[in-house]
């Protein structure tokens, strides 16, 4: 029975994690297995891997045959290295201790190199996050200016128009005032013919022919003196 080591996947759509399982070779993917010995987290940066290390060893050791991403994984943890010195040392090459001590000292200088690739990641996302805040403190200053300005225009058009009403209840006020004036001046104006009644006496002039009439009369008496005179020329 052909035998590999593969990632079953799980999780949910667009955040999938893989298992690390040894499984028949003929069974689907994501179906049954031999054994889980880890998981792999993509989503993660740097990616996320738990491994047992031993169980992996042994079935590598065994013949098992990892797929091209499991084999990734194995040789980023060093599984595959252990092997080849494990080979070593059954070869008679190597004696343990000193496949052991190469191995301890390749793990030491993985992990710094983890370490600091880790480090730069978060540096980077740090400095990021700082360039980030800062064009969007430029954003939020710039906005808080021109809510200044479009305040302050506001505010200056409300005090022109407060002065405008102000000034417009002056005039009104003003003319109100003139107009009282002129009331009072019009009403003085109608009381006054009523005070100076002339025009009575110059309707009662007429009555003064009466008495012009009456001197008509005299010519009587001056149509009696050539009576009077008249034996007097005899």
Excluded: C
Excluded at 24 to 44: C, H, L, M, Q, V
Aim: charged fraction near 30%; glycine fraction near 2%; proline fraction near 5%.
């Amino acid at each position: 029975m052909a035998v590999k080591i593969r990632l079953a996947r799980r999780g949910r759509k667009k955040l999938a994690i893989f298992d690390l399982v040894v499984a028949d070779a003929r069974a689907p993917r994501d179906g049954r297995f031999i054994e889980k010995i880890g998981t792999y987290n993509p989503n993660s940066n740097p990616a996320t891997i738990v491994l047992n290390d031993a169980q992996a060893l042994k079935w590598v050791m065994n013949g098992a045959q990892p797929t091209d991403t499991a084999k990734a994984i194995l040789s980023y943890r060093g599984i595959l290295y252990k092997k080849h010195l494990q080979v070593g040392v059954i070869k008679g090459a190597i004696t343990q201790e000193q496949a052991d001590a190469k191995f301890e000292a390749w793990k030491a200088e993985k992990e710094t190199k983890i370490q600091t690739n880790s480090t730069n990641i978060q540096d980077s996302k740090d400095k990021s996050k700082a360039t980030r805040l800062a064009a969007e403190a430029k954003v939020s200053a710039a906005r808080a200016e021109v809510i200044a300005a479009k305040n302050k225009v506001e505010e200056e058009a409300l005090v022109a128009s407060v002065v405008e009403a102000i000034n417009e209840s002056d005039d009104d006020a003003a003319e109100e005032v003139e107009v009282e004036e002129t009331v009072v001046v019009e009403v003085v104006a109608e009381e006054t013919p009523a005070a100076e009644e002339a025009p009575a006496t110059e309707e009662a002039a007429p009555e003064a022919p009466a008495t012009e009439e009456a001197a008509p009369e005299t010519p009587a008496t001056e149509e009696a003196a050539p009576e009077a005179e008249a034996p007097a020329a005899e």
